[in-house]
């Protein structure tokens, strides 16, 4: 069966940076667009980050443009998502997503997801 396994989370200090991991198996990995979503508490699950399926395509939110970065290695069906000059409000739980082909920013329309990896930012 098709599995997304986030890793890399923790709790950091403000200005530090982190690096998620995303590793998939069950599916053909470069057939995929592969998203990341962020859940802070008592709000909705928000876009962050997407990458086309040969990683020629990248879009971002506007909260974390020019701190986030998102990448993938096909050869180890992984996504990642380098986060630097982390903030508090970017404390969240933070989810990879899969989405056959074509890259989207919208959450409903993603095939697989993962269970997340908590990411707490201290001031």
């Known amino acids: 069966q098709v599995q997304l396994v986030e890793s890399g989370g923790g709790l950091v200090q403000a200005g530090v940076s982190l690096r998620l991991s995303c590793a998939a198996s069950?599916?053909?990995?470069?057939?995929?667009?592969m998203g990341w979503f962020r859940q802070a508490p008592g709000k909705e699950r928000e876009f962050v980050a997407v990458?086309?399926?040969?990683?020629?395509?990248?879009y971002y939110a506007d909260s974390v443009k020019g701190r986030f970065t998102i990448s993938r290695d096909n050869a180890k069906n992984t996504v990642y998502l380098q986060m630097n000059s982390l903030k508090p409000e970017d404390t969240a739980v933070y989810y990879c997503?899969?989405?056959?082909?074509?890259?989207?920013?919208?959450?409903?329309?993603?095939?697989?997801w993962g269970q997340g990896t908590q990411v707490t930012v201290s001031s």
């Open positions: 997503a899969a989405r056959y082909l074509q890259a989207t920013t919208t959450e409903g329309e993603y095939d697989y």
């Open positions: 990458i086309s399926w040969n990683g020629g395509r990248t």
């Open positions: 069950g599916v053909t990995f470069s057939r995929y667009a």
